[in-house]
T-cell receptor, first 114, second 111 residues
Framework: KAGVTQTPRYLIKTRGQQVTLSCSPI?????VSWYQQTPGQGLQFLFE???????NKGNFPGRFSGRQFSNSRSEMNVSTLELGDSALYLC?????????????FGEGSWLTVV | QKEVEQNSGPLSVPEGAIASLNCTYS??????FFWYRQYSGKSPELIMS????GDKEDGRFTAQLNKASQYVSLLIRDSQPSDSATYLC???????????FGSGTKLNVKP
């Protein structure tokens, strides 16, 4: 069974640009969540989608957005990039999204903003 | 106040010893608890989950949960150099898949 797939794996962007990251969850999983990991702040929750609906959102500015498609694949977008957005962006999937479900991470997308 | 706290380490143990990793959390309604291992430059991988008070064993790993003390721990028996990684404690406060992560404890197992 294939794991969580994230693309692209590495990317470099310039301040002010925007970026779109993609995530394909484990087959059969309907919940997709996104996390940002930085050395200073650790792993922080961005948002979570289930059946194309955003159910939870973390404390990030509106420049961070996401969506989920009918096939459960998800994308997140960051607009007007800032240097501080440089981070590892992790997508995680779980089966039905109920409380107590385990989340499984993809390999992540390494974003560098210059 | 951080929701999940861990000692950042590094925690150094000799090969074959028991490594003990600790985690405290602030939200009393937390329902689910997880330990993830993260190698440098890699993504977190699940080691164990625990939901009820007491111990849960899986091979060389034992997770311990004490909800009254808001405390979770992970014991690694017969530590191996390949166990050297950062261990992340995660808590789910029953808000579906919004997990709170600790900052991680770096473990070094010396041959």
């Amino acid at each position: 069974k294939a794991g969580v797939t994230q693309t692209p794996r590495y990317l470099i962007k310039t301040r002010g640009q925007q970026v779109t990251l993609s995530c394909s969850p484990i087959s059969g999983h309907r919940s997709v969540s996104w996390y940002q990991q930085t050395p200073g702040q650790g792993l922080q929750f961005l948002f979570e989608y289930f059946s194309e609906t955003q159910r939870n959102k973390g404390n990030f500015p509106g420049r961070f957005s996401g969506r989920q498609f009918s096939n459960s694949r998800s994308e997140m977008n960051v607009s007007t990039l800032e240097l501080g957005d440089s981070a590892l962006y992790l997508c995680a999937s779980s089966s039905d999204g109920s409380s107590g479900n385990t989340i499984y991470f993809g390999e992540g997308s390494w974003l560098t903003v210059v | 106040q951080k929701e999940v706290e861990q000692n950042s380490g590094p925690l150094s143990v000799p090969e074959g010893a028991i490594a003990s990793l600790n985690c405290t959390y602030s939200d009393r309604v937390s329902q689910s608890f997880f330990w993830y291992r993260q190698y440098s430059g890699k993504s977190p991988e699940l080691i164990m989950s625990i939901y009820s008070n007491g111990d849960k064993e899986d091979g060389r790993f034992t997770a311990q949960l004490n909800k009254a003390s808001q405390y979770v721990s992970l014991l690694i028996r017969d530590s191996q150099p390949s166990d050297s990684a950062t261990y992340l404690c995660a808590v789910n406060t029953d808000n579906f898949n919004k997990f709170y992560f600790g900052s991680g404890t770096k473990l070094n197992v010396k041959p």
